[in-house]
């Protein structure tokens, strides 16, 4: 069976830090990139990072101007993965209460720009 | 680019036919023909329903169905059962952000 399940969310102070992690099963996962994406309370879906799949390329979102960038800046969150043990992470510093969402690791982009599986998400509450 | 626009809320009767609207601009859905759309039941993993407007997936059944109009991409289910309850989003390619999404359409089964 085709499977992600993330893990690592909890409750954290402002400014503090998260590692998720996501476990991929069912499929070669060296061969897709691989993506977060996220849902704050009572809000849409947000794309936060994708990356190649070898690890060589990696771009997040600058949601405050709209624009993505390549990991030359990279911000408070750093995308990584472990073809070896299937796993998908996603690193998260300085962490502010409107980082708080469920955070869903997914599979793509691929198909023109699809994320084509989906974990359960796991929730992420900043607040003190 | 910000979210897609996408009416709150639609409802209809088993076995009708209801349209799901995602409004971009010409450097959003416009411009692309990357246009996909997720379904997503709360508590849930969200599910690939559509992709590059009109393909479905393995395994999507075919009463979804997607299309395009200038700035404007729908989806439309046939046929509508109660388990067709549920969030649904669009999702586009966009010249300042690769993956924006809609604002989200919550659908009921009245």
Redesign the interface.
């Known amino acids: 069976e085709v499977q992600l399940v993330e893990s690592g969310g909890g409750l954290v102070q402002p400014g503090g830090s998260l590692r998720l992690s996501c476990a991929a099963s069912g499929f070669t996962f060296s061969n897709y990139w691989m993506s977060w994406v996220r849902q704050a309370p009572g809000k849409g879906l947000e794309w936060v990072a994708n990356i190649k799949q070898d690890g060589s390329e990696t771009y997040y979102v600058d949601s405050v101007n709209e624009k993505y960038y390549g990991d030359s800046v990279k911000g408070r969150f750093t995308i990584s993965r472990d073809n070896a043990r299937n796993s998908l992470y996603l690193q998260m510093n300085s962490l502010k209460a409107d980082d708080t969402a469920i955070y869903y690791c997914a599979r793509g982009p691929l198909k023109g720009d699809a994320f084509d599986m989906w974990g359960q998400g796991t929730m992420v509450i900043v607040s003190s | 680019?910000?979210?897609l626009t996408q009416p709150a809320s639609v409802s209809g009767s088993p076995g009708q036919s209801i349209t799901i609207s995602c409004t971009g601009t010409s450097s959003a859905v416009g411009g692309y023909?990357?246009v996909?759309w997720?379904q997503?039941h709360p508590?849930?993993?969200?599910?690939?329903i559509i992709?590059?407007i009109s393909?479905r997936?393995s395994g999507i059944s075919n009463r979804f169905s997607g299309s395009k109009s200038g700035n404007t991409a729908s989806l439309t289910i046939s046929g509508l059962q109660a388990e067709d309850e549920a969030d649904y989003?669009c999702?586009?390619?966009t010249s300042?952000?690769?993956?924006?999404?809609?604002?989200?359409t919550k659908v009921t089964v009245v």
């Open positions: 680019q910000s979210a023909n990357f996909s997720y997503h508590g849930k993993a969200p599910k690939l992709y590059q393909n997936p989003y999702s586009s390619y300042s952000s690769p993956y924006v999404f809609g604002t989200g």
